[in-house]
């Protein structure tokens, strides 16, 4: 029974994939929160130009 249990790697296999899923979690928060503020800035200025080229 405890050499049955040892070998089986399903358990193994399901980590590997949620720490896979954690990793690219994070790394797409990171990337996010980065790059932030030039998304700000750049919504920003279409919004001006958006505005200027409807004025009177």
């Known amino acids: 029974m405890f050499k ?7 358990g ?11 990793f690219l979690g994070v790394s797409m928060i990171a990337a996010f929160s980065a790059l932030g503020n030039e998304y700000i800035g750049m919504y ?13």
Do not use: M, R
């Open 4 to 10: 049955g249990f040892i070998q089986e790697e399903d």
């Open 12 to 22: 193994a296999t399901a980590i590997e994939y949620g720490l896979i899923a954690a």
């Open 44 to 56: 920003g200025s279409i919004e001006a130009a958006a505005v200027a080229a409807n004025g009177p």
